[in-house]
Protein backbone atom coordinates (compact mmCIF):
# COMPACT_ATOMS: atom_id res chain seq x y z
CA UNK A 1 0.00 0.00 0.00
CA UNK A 2 1.35 3.38 -1.19
CA UNK A 3 2.12 6.15 1.97
CA UNK A 4 3.40 9.40 1.15
CA UNK A 5 5.11 11.74 4.01
CA UNK A 6 5.70 15.22 3.83
CA UNK A 7 8.22 16.93 6.24
CA UNK A 8 8.09 19.07 7.84
CA UNK A 9 4.78 19.57 8.43
CA UNK A 10 4.61 23.07 9.31
CA UNK A 11 7.18 26.09 8.49
CA UNK A 12 7.55 29.49 9.22
CA UNK A 13 9.69 32.10 7.21
CA UNK A 14 10.58 35.48 6.40
CA UNK A 15 9.87 36.91 2.89
CA UNK A 16 12.38 36.45 0.88
CA UNK A 17 13.74 33.20 1.66
CA UNK A 18 14.12 29.91 -0.51
CA UNK A 19 12.49 26.89 0.82
CA UNK A 20 12.47 23.60 0.42
CA UNK A 21 9.32 21.08 0.44
CA UNK A 22 10.07 17.66 1.35
CA UNK A 23 7.84 14.34 0.03
CA UNK A 24 8.22 10.69 0.40
CA UNK A 25 6.38 8.01 -0.79
CA UNK A 26 7.09 3.99 0.13
CA UNK A 27 6.27 2.69 -3.62
CA UNK A 28 8.54 3.69 -6.18
CA UNK A 29 6.79 2.21 -9.15
CA UNK A 30 4.57 5.47 -9.52
CA UNK A 31 3.02 6.80 -12.82
CA UNK A 32 3.34 10.69 -11.52
CA UNK A 33 3.63 12.93 -8.83
CA UNK A 34 1.98 15.74 -8.52
CA UNK A 35 1.89 18.82 -6.06
CA UNK A 36 -0.94 20.67 -5.51
CA UNK A 37 -1.55 23.97 -3.05
CA UNK A 38 -4.62 24.55 -0.64
CA UNK A 39 -5.52 27.75 0.96
CA UNK A 40 -7.32 27.31 3.76
CA UNK A 41 -11.26 26.10 3.57
CA UNK A 42 -10.44 25.82 0.08
CA UNK A 43 -10.31 23.24 -2.74
CA UNK A 44 -6.72 22.39 -4.19
CA UNK A 45 -4.81 24.21 -7.12
CA UNK A 46 -2.68 21.99 -8.99
CA UNK A 47 1.15 23.21 -9.11
CA UNK A 48 3.42 20.84 -10.68
CA UNK A 49 2.45 17.19 -12.44
CA UNK A 50 6.11 15.66 -12.78
CA UNK A 51 5.90 12.24 -14.80
CA UNK A 52 7.46 9.25 -13.85
CA UNK A 53 10.20 9.72 -16.19
CA UNK A 54 11.05 13.11 -15.57
CA UNK A 55 13.52 14.44 -12.97
CA UNK A 56 11.71 17.85 -12.81
CA UNK A 57 8.98 20.40 -13.66
CA UNK A 58 9.28 24.54 -13.65
CA UNK A 59 6.45 26.84 -13.05
CA UNK A 60 7.92 30.34 -12.31
CA UNK A 61 9.40 29.96 -8.81
CA UNK A 62 8.53 26.67 -8.43
CA UNK A 63 10.85 23.55 -9.08
CA UNK A 64 9.68 20.07 -8.39
CA UNK A 65 11.94 17.23 -8.82
CA UNK A 66 11.46 14.00 -8.35
CA UNK A 67 13.96 10.83 -7.41
CA UNK A 68 11.80 7.78 -8.39
CA UNK A 69 14.66 5.32 -7.32
CA UNK A 70 15.19 6.78 -3.50
CA UNK A 71 10.88 7.38 -3.13
CA UNK A 72 11.29 11.38 -2.79
CA UNK A 73 10.31 14.79 -4.16
CA UNK A 74 10.91 18.31 -3.70
CA UNK A 75 8.93 21.44 -3.60
CA UNK A 76 11.56 24.37 -4.16
CA UNK A 77 9.82 27.98 -3.80
CA UNK A 78 12.52 30.56 -4.78
CA UNK A 79 12.43 33.93 -3.39
CA UNK A 80 9.18 33.00 -1.05
CA UNK A 81 5.98 35.90 -0.57
CA UNK A 82 3.69 36.08 1.87
CA UNK A 83 1.24 35.00 -1.30
CA UNK A 84 2.49 31.95 -0.95
CA UNK A 85 1.12 31.36 2.56
CA UNK A 86 -0.84 27.46 2.06
CA UNK A 87 -0.78 24.08 2.67
CA UNK A 88 1.33 22.86 0.15
CA UNK A 89 0.26 18.64 -0.38
CA UNK A 90 2.08 15.85 -2.49
CA UNK A 91 0.26 13.08 -4.18
CA UNK A 92 1.73 10.02 -6.27
CA UNK A 93 -0.19 7.87 -8.26
CA UNK A 94 0.89 4.24 -9.15
CA UNK A 95 2.06 2.78 -12.04
CA UNK A 96 -1.08 0.27 -12.52
CA UNK A 97 -2.96 3.93 -13.75
CA UNK A 98 -5.94 3.04 -12.13
CA UNK A 99 -5.21 3.60 -8.97
CA UNK A 100 -6.11 7.14 -7.34
CA UNK A 101 -3.90 9.64 -6.04
CA UNK A 102 -2.43 9.11 -2.71
CA UNK A 103 -2.42 12.34 -0.45
CA UNK A 104 0.17 13.23 2.48
CA UNK A 105 -0.42 15.54 4.72
CA UNK A 106 1.01 18.40 3.66
CA UNK A 107 3.06 20.70 5.12
CA UNK A 108 1.54 23.99 6.33
CA UNK A 109 3.59 26.82 5.15
CA UNK A 110 3.83 30.49 6.17
CA UNK A 111 5.70 33.85 5.17
CA UNK A 112 6.33 36.27 7.19
CA UNK A 113 6.23 39.31 6.12
CA UNK B 1 -15.79 24.90 -19.12
CA UNK B 2 -14.18 26.84 -16.49
CA UNK B 3 -13.30 23.93 -13.88
CA UNK B 4 -14.50 21.43 -12.08
CA UNK B 5 -17.65 22.76 -9.74
CA UNK B 6 -19.75 21.77 -6.48
CA UNK B 7 -22.67 22.44 -5.08
CA UNK B 8 -23.25 23.06 -2.12
CA UNK B 9 -19.73 25.09 -0.90
CA UNK B 10 -21.14 24.63 2.43
CA UNK B 11 -23.64 22.72 4.07
CA UNK B 12 -25.07 22.88 7.95
CA UNK B 13 -27.04 19.48 8.52
CA UNK B 14 -28.54 17.43 11.99
CA UNK B 15 -27.05 14.55 12.72
CA UNK B 16 -30.20 12.07 11.67
CA UNK B 17 -30.04 13.91 8.46
CA UNK B 18 -29.67 13.16 4.76
CA UNK B 19 -27.22 15.12 2.57
CA UNK B 20 -26.35 15.31 -0.82
CA UNK B 21 -23.44 16.73 -2.69
CA UNK B 22 -23.31 17.72 -6.57
CA UNK B 23 -19.79 17.59 -8.95
CA UNK B 24 -19.87 18.53 -11.80
CA UNK B 25 -16.66 17.53 -13.97
CA UNK B 26 -14.72 19.32 -16.67
CA UNK B 27 -16.87 18.57 -19.86
CA UNK B 28 -14.38 16.45 -21.86
CA UNK B 29 -12.83 14.26 -18.37
CA UNK B 30 -14.52 10.69 -18.22
CA UNK B 31 -12.82 10.01 -14.86
CA UNK B 32 -14.31 11.37 -11.62
CA UNK B 33 -13.24 11.12 -8.31
CA UNK B 34 -14.40 11.96 -4.92
CA UNK B 35 -12.44 12.88 -1.96
CA UNK B 36 -13.19 13.36 2.13
CA UNK B 37 -10.40 15.23 3.81
CA UNK B 38 -10.82 16.20 7.43
CA UNK B 39 -8.91 19.23 9.12
CA UNK B 40 -4.82 18.72 9.48
CA UNK B 41 -4.67 15.70 7.01
CA UNK B 42 -4.61 14.91 3.32
CA UNK B 43 -7.29 14.03 1.03
CA UNK B 44 -8.79 10.25 1.37
CA UNK B 45 -10.06 8.62 -1.97
CA UNK B 46 -13.74 7.64 -1.48
CA UNK B 47 -14.24 6.26 -5.00
CA UNK B 48 -14.44 7.06 -8.42
CA UNK B 49 -15.70 6.70 -11.86
CA UNK B 50 -14.81 6.10 -15.06
CA UNK B 51 -17.81 7.32 -17.56
CA UNK B 52 -21.10 5.80 -15.86
CA UNK B 53 -19.29 2.84 -14.39
CA UNK B 54 -18.48 3.06 -10.83
CA UNK B 55 -15.05 1.57 -10.38
CA UNK B 56 -13.10 1.68 -7.10
CA UNK B 57 -14.72 2.06 -3.49
CA UNK B 58 -12.64 2.87 -0.45
CA UNK B 59 -12.83 1.16 2.85
CA UNK B 60 -14.23 4.41 4.09
CA UNK B 61 -17.11 4.52 2.48
CA UNK B 62 -19.32 2.97 4.67
CA UNK B 63 -23.17 1.60 3.71
CA UNK B 64 -24.22 5.35 4.51
CA UNK B 65 -23.08 6.43 1.49
CA UNK B 66 -23.46 6.12 -2.11
CA UNK B 67 -21.87 7.79 -5.28
CA UNK B 68 -23.60 8.02 -8.77
CA UNK B 69 -22.81 9.83 -11.85
CA UNK B 70 -25.74 8.92 -14.17
CA UNK B 71 -25.35 9.44 -17.80
CA UNK B 72 -20.82 9.90 -17.14
CA UNK B 73 -21.56 13.38 -16.65
CA UNK B 74 -22.41 15.20 -13.07
CA UNK B 75 -22.13 13.14 -10.16
CA UNK B 76 -23.87 13.16 -6.75
CA UNK B 77 -22.56 11.88 -3.30
CA UNK B 78 -25.00 11.03 -0.74
CA UNK B 79 -24.50 10.23 2.93
CA UNK B 80 -27.66 9.24 4.78
CA UNK B 81 -28.18 9.20 8.31
CA UNK B 82 -25.47 11.57 8.88
CA UNK B 83 -22.88 11.48 12.04
CA UNK B 84 -20.91 13.96 13.39
CA UNK B 85 -17.90 12.31 12.03
CA UNK B 86 -19.08 13.03 8.67
CA UNK B 87 -18.04 16.75 9.37
CA UNK B 88 -15.08 17.14 6.62
CA UNK B 89 -14.39 18.85 3.43
CA UNK B 90 -15.99 16.73 0.44
CA UNK B 91 -13.40 17.20 -2.61
CA UNK B 92 -14.44 15.80 -6.36
CA UNK B 93 -11.82 15.73 -9.15
CA UNK B 94 -12.02 14.75 -12.49
CA UNK B 95 -8.99 13.80 -15.16
CA UNK B 96 -8.70 12.46 -18.46
CA UNK B 97 -8.23 8.37 -19.76
CA UNK B 98 -6.63 6.61 -21.69
CA UNK B 99 -3.62 8.57 -19.92
CA UNK B 100 -1.54 11.27 -22.49
CA UNK B 101 1.97 11.36 -22.21
CA UNK B 102 2.18 15.11 -21.90
CA UNK B 103 0.27 14.36 -18.11
CA UNK B 104 -3.03 13.29 -16.32
CA UNK B 105 -3.45 15.30 -13.54
CA UNK B 106 -6.47 15.99 -11.12
CA UNK B 107 -8.66 19.03 -10.78
CA UNK B 108 -10.13 19.62 -8.29
CA UNK B 109 -13.34 21.17 -7.67
CA UNK B 110 -13.49 23.89 -4.62
CA UNK B 111 -15.21 20.93 -2.14
CA UNK B 112 -17.87 20.89 -0.06
CA UNK B 113 -17.75 21.77 3.43
CA UNK B 114 -19.65 19.58 5.46
CA UNK B 115 -20.88 20.42 9.02
CA UNK B 116 -22.67 18.16 11.14
CA UNK B 117 -24.52 19.09 14.78
Known amino acids: KQEVTQIPAALSVPEGENLVLNCSFTDSAIYNLQWFRQDPGKGLTSLLL?????REQTSGRLNASLDKSSGRSTLYIAASQPGDSATYLC????????????FGKGTRLSVIA | DTGVSQDPRHKITKRGQNVTFRCDPISEHNRLYWYRQTLGQGPEFLTY????????KSRLLSDRFSAERPKGSFSTLEIQRTEQGDSAMYLCASSVVPLVPRGDGYTFGSGTRLTVV
Open chain 1, 91 to 102: AVRSYSGNTPLV
Open chain 1, 50 to 54: IQSSQ
Open chain 2, 49 to 56: FQNEAQLE
